[in-house]
């Protein structure tokens, strides 16, 4: 079901889904918040590259401003024309799309515009 990540599929956690070898430690995620409310819309059937960085300035979408953060976009194949909504806090525990986590983001969370500032992935 579209909307809904789904790990069984593809055997893997869905911090690997991003390139991660662990889950990345969110109260130190440092990432970019473009938009604190998901990016809704119809998606037409086609293959797109989810901005998992945050650094991205055509979100929802990767645009390659992603190196040297650590995170790497994700890739989405999109079989027939359907409404989704793309996670935009890249907070999401169901990347790429929303699961409402940007309801529970801090009020001092980084936001605004995109930083070139590498994300810290402990050991
Ligand atoms: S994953 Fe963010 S710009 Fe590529």
């Known amino acids: 079901m579209l909307g809904k990540h789904d790990s069984s ?3 893997k956690r869905f911090w ?7 889950v990345p430690d969110m109260s130190s995620d440092d990432r970019p918040i473009p938009q604190r409310m998901p990016i809704v819309g119809v998606a037409e059937a086609g293959e797109y590259t989810w ?4 650094r991205s300035a055509n979100q929802p979408y990767c645009d390659g401003s992603h190196k040297n953060s650590g995170y790497l976009p994700l890739r989405v194949v999109v079989k027939s024309d359907r409404k989704v909504a793309w996670c935009a806090c890249k907070r999401t525990g169901t990347p790429p ?3 409402g986590s940007h309801a529970k983001l801090p009020p001092d969370a980084p936001s605004g515009p ?8 402990d050991d």
């Open 97 to 99: 799309f929303c699961d």
């Open 51 to 54: 901005c998992a960085c945050g």
């Open 16 to 22: 690997e889904t991003l390139g991660l070898s662990k």
């Open 9 to 11: 599929r593809s055997g």
């Open 114 to 121: 995109p930083r070139l500032k590498s994300i810290r992935l």
